[in-house]
């Protein structure tokens, strides 16, 4: 079975930091874009970054810029997302998905969640103090 897994998530103080990971099973990475998103209770989901399959690009809601980073290990198969100066509104379940590269053309196609053909069970991540 194709699917994506997520570790990393806590509680963290606020100013803290955390690193998620998104892995797969059944498949590997390196040939899919790949998306985080975050929902938290009573709001919408939130595409919060993206990293192409091939030359790295990178997107990043403006809620996470400068804060947020995210990359590939080609190595170990596994892209990450790490989270600095994290906030209280940065409180979430947060979910990889990967999506083919041929869907992410437009600007703004990585927030499309329908672009994505697989995703992860999510990992919650709360800042609290």
């Known amino acids: 079975q194709l699917h994506l897994v997520e570790s990393g998530g806590g509680l963290v103080q606020p100013g803290g930091s955390l690193r998620l990971s998104c892995a797969a099973s059944?498949?590997?990475?390196?040939?899919?874009?790949i998306g985080w998103f975050r929902q938290a209770p009573g709001k919408e989901d939130e595409g919060v970054s993206w990293?192409?399959?091939?030359?790295?690009?990178?997107n990043y809601a403006d809620s996470v810029k400068g804060r947020f980073t995210i990359f590939r290990d080609n190595a170990n198969d596994t892209v990450y997302l790490q989270m600095n100066s994290l906030k209280p509104e940065d409180t979430a379940v947060y979910y990889c998905?990967?999506?083919?590269?041929?869907?992410?053309?437009?600007?703004?196609?990585?927030?499309?969640?329908?672009?994505?053909?697989?995703w992860g069970q999510g990992t919650q991540v709360t800042v609290s103090s």
């Open positions: 990293i192409s399959s091939r030359y790295g690009t990178t």
């Open positions: 998905a990967a999506g083919p590269p041929f869907r992410f053309g437009e600007p703004s196609s990585w927030l499309r969640g329908h672009f994505y053909d697989y």
């Open positions: 059944g498949f590997t990475l390196d040939s899919y874009a």
